[in-house]
């Protein structure tokens, strides 16, 4: 709690609200799983953090003024450790290119999970004027804008109401392996929604929250993209 007060309080000392890989530590604090990995500000220290992380990692552009990432180019999946610094390089100038002015803040080097087998859903939330901090959970990744696949609860909610938010989406069927697919962990992502519900309960000043993607394996969940926005 301590920890996340201090992060949220050095966001509003900016200028701009918004937190992006500064959110993982407040998630790792609320027990939400996240990949492993780091920010880093130069080529050969990402390729130092991707030796300690595995033979192929995932790299994303940090930067405050480029909320799409995947839009300029800006995440590579499946980056051999060998080619970790030039793809530094690259992520860099292609933000440049995008942007000249951008504020380049780094790269995070991430975990690459295996998205074989994986559902990618959303967890996000937004204050009401009316109702306070509502929690949604859904269907992810590139399909959210065109399936609004969505369901939304007050938050916090407790263990049913969350397991219930993933029996009522319309790609319920998806989570629990349909056609033959093993399904993924739906507990971990009840857990993970109902973490998420409390944090912004806890957090007024959260006034907005997305997590998209937030992979779901046979395994476990990882969010593995955050934003969130402090008022
Ligand atoms: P943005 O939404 O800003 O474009 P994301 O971080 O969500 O950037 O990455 C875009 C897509 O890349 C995700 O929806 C997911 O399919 C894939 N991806 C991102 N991070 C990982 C990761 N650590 N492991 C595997 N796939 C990833
Ligand atoms: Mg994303």
Redesign the pocket.
Same mark, same amino acid.
């Given at each position: 709690r301590e920890r996340v007060r201090e992060i949220l309080s050095s966001v509003t000392e900016r200028s701009d609200n918004r937190l992006g890989v500064e959110a993982m530590e407040i998630f790792d604090a609320y027990g939400i799983p996240t990949?492993e990995g780091a920010v880093v500000d130069d080529p050969a220290e990402a390729a130092r953090i991707a030796e300690g992380i595995g033979e192929e990692v995932?790299m994303?552009i940090v930067s405050p003024d480029i909320?799409?990432?995947?839009?300029i180019g /800006? $995440?590579k999946?499946g980056v051999p450790v060998e080619e970790v610094a030039d793809a530094y390089e690259d992520l860099v100038s292609r933000a440049r290119n995008y942007q000249p002015d951008a504020t380049i803040l780094g790269v995070q080097v991430?975990?690459?999970?295996d998205?074989d087998g994986a559902v990618?859903t959303i967890v996000g939330s937004h204050t009401d004027p009316q109702f306070g901090p509502l929690v949604m959970f859904g269907l992810g /990744? $590139?399909f959210v804008e065109i399936m609004e696949d969505t369901t939304f609860r007050l938050a916090p909610v407790g263990r049913d109401e969350a397991a219930e938010m993933t029996e009522e989406i319309d790609a319920a069927p998806l989570l629990r392996g349909a056609r033959g697919r093993e399904a993924v962990d739906v507990d971990s992502i009840v857990d993970a929604v109902r973490r998420v519900s409390q944090l912004v309960a806890d957090f007024p000043s959260i006034v907005e929250l997305d997590v998209?993607?937030l992979?779901a394996t046979p395994d476990g969940v990882r969010a593995?993209?955050l934003r969130l926005t402090v008022d």
């Open positions: 990949p995932v994303k909320l799409h990432k995947s839009d /800006g $995440v999946v991430q975990e690459m999970i998205l990618e /990744g $590139v998209n993607p992979v593995v993209d």
